[in-house]
């Protein structure tokens, strides 16, 4: 029995005035596919089984290293952060899934945890698990590092946290590890290039010797911060090769913020591919150096180009094809439960694009050399609006035709701003 936050009466009495216009929209939509030789059916079809993860942490303001400002009613422990989720879940239908974080997220009782997740319509997705900053009672400090430590004490405790991390996803029926480490230096000569990845090969090879069958360990790579001037996997090159040395179970994961800018990602993407080595997806966007802004609100092009990489990938298995998607973004002035059904929105709308690219006549063009044709296929889909598709999938599947408005009109926060006690006003999380 689920137990949704929103109520559907007012889900309903919402789309009821937006409906009319949806459906208007849609079949115009629908002509304009169908002359391109394309049915809205299928693509509906696909839209309809897509979703990507948010992440447990993402419910609260995350703040800076500056500053954190919180909002009234903001989660204070996960059943809280859940109660967010399902939020965002239930109007958006595109994000049935919570990739939590540990130990923040720490219960006693891991089945009762899923148990209230399942409640609220949601399953877990990869754990994260960190070994960027120290835990009270923590035996071994990670100023110095955690898997690249030189202390083989301190290593053995991020492999012994990594393993517990293994534990609690099987209880909460997750099947994947995601391993970002903050290791690297910040001084030329602070630590040996080489020997710290030698470091980090040994430690992982720990925690990968612990993974279940059905489990990947998925890899993140970060140039830089909060190491500023080497970072042990600082991209996707160590990030292949770290894979590739573990073993077929290991696969890399891309967050779009984590590059030199300007970075061609839609060909990192392609990339790992190739090799079979693209196991997820972290979703945000940056004007600079950042990977905290709002998906797609920077770069929307960018997106849809990675997407198209995506799509071509799916058509394309090689040796399969299944990443893992999450939305990873630091929601420092706005409400985060309506970043990020901004941000699904954007990322559903980029998938849908990238499904509308008439693929037999790319890849003729491409064969062809016809590049202006190429680039034309590419943009055509691009320019199409697809929010009246977008929307009446969300409206099939009980969501809202317009997330913002109908959040906004249920008064959540509010009510939540009264039963739930403030947060602090502590050190953001980077
Ligand atoms: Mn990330």
């Not at 219960?107 to 899923?114: E, G, H, K, P």
């Not at 290039?193 to 470091?199: I, N, Q, T, V």
């Not at 891309?254 to 790992?272: C, T």
């Not at 609006?385 to 099939?396: G, I, K, T």
């Amino acid at each position: 029995m689920t137990h949704l936050p929103i109520s559907a009466d007012l889900i309903a009495e919402q789309n009821d005035k937006r409906l009319e216009a949806v459906e208007e929209d849609y079949a115009a939509l629908s002509r304009k596919l169908t002359r391109n030789g394309i049915n809205i059916s299928d693509v509906r079809q696909k839209v309809s089984d897509f979703s990507v993860a948010v992440p447990s942490w993402g419910t609260g303001r995350g703040g800076t290293r500056f500053a954190k400002f919180p909002i009234p009613g903001e989660p204070t422990n996960i059943h809280e952060k859940l109660e967010d989720c399902a939020v965002i879940n239930q109007l958006s239908q595109a994000t049935p899934r919570v990739s939590p974080h540990f130990p923040w997220d720490k219960v006693q009782d891991y089945s009762a945890l899923r148990r209230d997740a399942e409640a609220l319509g949601l399953g877990f997705d990869a754990i994260n698990s960190n070994t960027f900053q120290d835990q009270p009672g923590q035996s071994h400090s990670y100023a110095n590092g955690s898997l690249a430590s030189t202390d083989a004490a301190t290593r053995a405790q991020a492999v012994a946290h990594n393993i517990e991390c293994i534990e609690i996803g099987k209880k909460l029926g997750a099947t994947d590890l995601t391993v970002w480490v903050g290791d690297g230096t910040n001084f030329p000569g602070q630590q040996d290039l080489g020997r710290s990845l030698d470091r980090y090969l040994d430690a992982a090879a720990e925690i990968y010797a612990a993974l279940p069958d059905d489990w990947r360990m998925l890899l993140e790579h970060k140039m830089f911060e909060p190491a500023f001037y080497s970072s042990v996997i600082s991209d996707w090159g160590s990030s292949i090769l770290a894979a590739q040395t573990l073993g077929e179970k290991c696969k890399c994961l891309i967050d779009l913020g984590h590059h030199a800018p300007n970075v061609n990602i839609e060909q990192i993407v392609a990339r790992l591919h190739r090799f079979d080595k693209l196991g997820g997806f972290h979703f945000n966007d940056s004007k600079y150096g950042d990977d905290d802004l709002d998906s797609g609100s920077i770069n929307p092009h960018q997106l849809f180009l990675v997407f198209n990489e995506l799509v071509e990938a799916e058509r394309n298995p090689r040796g399969g094809f299944s990443p893992s998607y999450m939305i990873d973004q630091s929601h420092n002035v706005t409400d985060p439960i309506e970043s990020m059904m901004s941000s699904a929105d954007a990322i559903v709308t980029a998938y849908s694009k990238a499904l509308l690219v008439d693929r037999d006549a790319l890849h003729a063009a491409q064969e062809t050399n016809d590049v202006m044709l190429a680039f034309q296929t590419l943009r055509d889909a691009y320019k199409t609006d697809v929010s009246p598709l977008l929307a009446a999938v969300r409206a099939d599947k009980g969501g809202a035709i317009d997330m913002i408005a109908t959040y906004r009109a249920s008064q959540y926060r509010e009510r939540k701003s009264q039963e739930r006690a403030a947060v602090g006003l502590g050190a953001g999380i980077v």
